[in-house]
């Protein structure tokens, strides 16, 4: 089946630096990939909607200078958390579907925690 | 908008139970729903899914029936093992396709 490949899987950075986490679709091509975001014992929260070749639809509340998505290529989009601050520490997952088989499937990676010190 | 409600947790239950996570939805026209299964420190996995009304999905056991009449997706399992303890999120994709909303997740224990 399709596979979404998320990297890294762990990080942890000082309060102040920035990460990128990357998401690939790895045998499918996709123009629309979303970012989650999942404190501990919650359920999963849709940040952003990422579009290939065009700015990412972010969703209320959700700061987009602070969290930075660039959608290069149709199989790779990145989360970058700016000057992060231990508030931001969450596990962050992305999805993709593959358009072209089914528009109701999404494939999901296997998540990024992120720990700010 | 769209909204899943699925039943508060934490569930408890013995190996070889019968397990029931109820899960309604809120949504316009006809949404895909899904049950996702997390395991600690992992992402999500795809457990089932039903795209129209009165499928039924399954899978490893597990089974969900898509209830119009009655907005539900309730998820159940014959006989629970030990294995099967992780969290379960109960989804939907709306006509919009692509988003997914998800419930609160319930957390499952199963007891050897």
């Known amino acids: 089946g399709a596979v979404v490949s998320q990297h890294p899987s762990w990080v942890i950075c000082k309060s102040g630096t920035s990460v990128k986490i990357e998401c690939r679709s790895l045998?499918?091509?996709?123009?629309?990939m979303f970012w989650y975001r999942q404190f501990p014992k919650q359920s999963l929260m849709l940040m952003a909607t990422?579009?290939?070749?065009?700015?990412?639809?972010?969703e209320q509340g959700v700061e987009k200078d602070k969290f930075l998505i660039n959608h290069a290529s149709l199989t790779l989009s990145t989360l970058t958390v700016t000057s992060a601050h231990p508030e931001d520490s969450s596990f962050y997952i992305c999805s993709a579907y593959p358009e072209r088989v089914a528009k109701n499937i999404q494939y999901f990676g296997a998540g990024t925690r992120l720990s700010v010190l | 908008g769209n909204s899943v409600t699925q039943m508060e947790g934490p569930v408890t239950l013995s190996e070889e139970a019968f397990l029931t996570i109820n899960c309604t939805y809120t949504?316009?026209?006809?949404?895909?729903l899904f049950w996702y299964v997390q395991y600690p420190g992992e992402g999500l996995q795809l457990l089932l899914k039903?795209?129209?009304?009165?499928d039924k999905g399954s899978n490893k056991g597990f089974e969900a029936t898509y209830r119009k009449e009655t907005t539900s997706f309730h998820l159940e399992k014959g006989s629970v093992q030990v294995s099967d303890s992780a969290v379960y999120f109960c989804?939907?994709?709306?006509?919009?396709?692509?988003?997914?909303?998800f419930g609160d997740g319930t957390t499952l224990t199963v007891k050897p």
């Open positions: 045998d499918f091509q996709a123009t629309t």
């Open positions: 949504a316009t026209g006809y949404p895909s």
């Open positions: 990422s579009n290939e070749g065009s700015k990412a639809t972010y």
């Open positions: 039903a795209t129209k009304a009165d």
């Open positions: 989804a939907l994709i709306g006509t919009n396709a692509g988003k997914s909303t």
